[in-house]
């Protein structure tokens, strides 16, 4: 049977507190030295770049939205890089949320959700918002998740929301707290856009993550700004989480955010992903997963992003499990200077 995917980024036509440690160099050894190293690709990288990216961005342009065709999972891939399309586990590794309220504390959990609009508050309506950019000429949008770094300046997603189709994207900018249109903490361009191996070379479904260093703006860096969310590598699996997002094609419209809640289950078909019983559309795409979310702070520890869907499950979302090639791609965010 013939299996088709839909990417759950969105394509439009063109128109027109105390702060928390973070890392330390023992932690950032346990990523293998002989691991293949994450790509880096430049963004706005200078000032001039940044102006002309943020001047692009009318509200015009982040509005009509339709949804892409996915790459199908690849069974028994062998990557140009080497190795099997699988994710490799490593020893558990997790940052606390840069906000108040220090580590997230798990609370009795609302029913499950699959796909409601969020009216909770909290942390999580600063830290998650939309992503725009430019995609073979066309505009496009997706969403990702402000997380605790050392340069307070990362953004993760997923990895077709830097690079689809051979492609990276370009005019890149994440607008946390986006709502109806409103950009209540502005727009940050990225100067760095940074993925997994796997992605860059075959966009191999398992390692669908990325992330995107933002330059700081009017002064402040991304988390002094919203704040940010825990981070987490190497978990256990089918455990209780949180997705959000900003879907984008019907019945969503991108204006909300949006949010599903349940226990995942692991994919048995055609990827090693987390599966969540879950309705969210085309611009949902590198929304956070969280573990130990505490609906009252709206903080949690973010392990998955949303990634596809099989297009004969539609209520069903998958996303990469986060294990140490993830976590590489965060390590080398959260040390490259955002300037």
């Not at 892409?68 to 140009?80: E, F, S, V």
């Not at 490799?88 to 940052?95: F, K, N």
């Not at 909290?122 to 496009?140: C, H, L, P, S």
């Not at 991108?254 to 992903?273: E, N, P, Q, V």
Request: positive net charge; charged residues 15%.
């Amino acid at each position: 049977m013939h299996r088709r995917l839909a990417l759950l980024s969105v394509l439009t036509l063109s128109a027109g507190g105390a702060l928390l440690p973070v890392v330390s160099a023992q932690a950032q050894a346990q990523v293998k030295n002989t691991e293949p190293k994450p790509v880096t690709e430049a963004a706005a990288d200078t000032k001039s770049e940044q102006k002309a990216v943020l001047q692009y961005w009318t509200p015009q342009k982040m509005e009509a939205a339709k949804p892409l065709d996915a790459p199908q999972p690849k069974r028994n891939l062998r990557m140009a890089v080497g190795g099997p399309g699988e994710p490799t586990d490593g020893t558990p590794w997790t940052a606390p949320p840069t906000s108040p309220g220090g580590n997230p504390k798990p609370e009795p959990q609302a029913a499950n959700s699959g796909g409601a609009a969020w009216t909770g508050g909290g942390a999580v309506v600063k830290t998650t918002g939309r992503i725009f950019f430019t995609y073979q000429g066309r505009n496009a949008s997706c969403s990702g998740s402000a997380v605790t770094s050392a340069n307070k300046s990362v953004v993760l997603t997923a990895g077709h929301c830097v690079k689809l189709g051979g492609d990276y994207h370009t005019n890149w900018v994440f607008v946390p707290g986006y709502d109806q249109g409103q950009r209540p903490y502005g727009t940050w361009a990225a100067t760095k856009l940074i993925t997994t191996p796997q992605w860059d070379s075959s966009e191999d479904i398992n390692f669908d993550v990325a992330a995107a260093v933002v330059a700081p703006l009017q002064g402040k860096s991304l988390t002094d700004a919203v704040g940010g969310q825990g981070v987490a590598f190497n978990q256990g699996r089918r455990v209780q989480m949180h997705a959000f997002g900003y879907p984008a094609a019907a019945p969503y419209d991108g204006s909300k955010l949006i949010y599903c809640a349940g226990r995942t289950f692991d994919d048995f078909l055609m990827s090693k992903d987390h599966g969540l019983t879950c309705n969210m559309t085309g611009g949902s795409s590198g929304g956070p997963w969280f573990q130990n979310f505490n609906e009252s702070t709206g903080l949690g520890t973010q392990n998955s992003v949303n990634s596809f869907k099989y297009n004969f499950a539609p209520n069903w979302m998958f996303g990469p499990y986060f294990g140490t090639e993830a976590q590489a791609v965060y390590q080398s965010a959260q040390a490259t200077n955002a300037l």
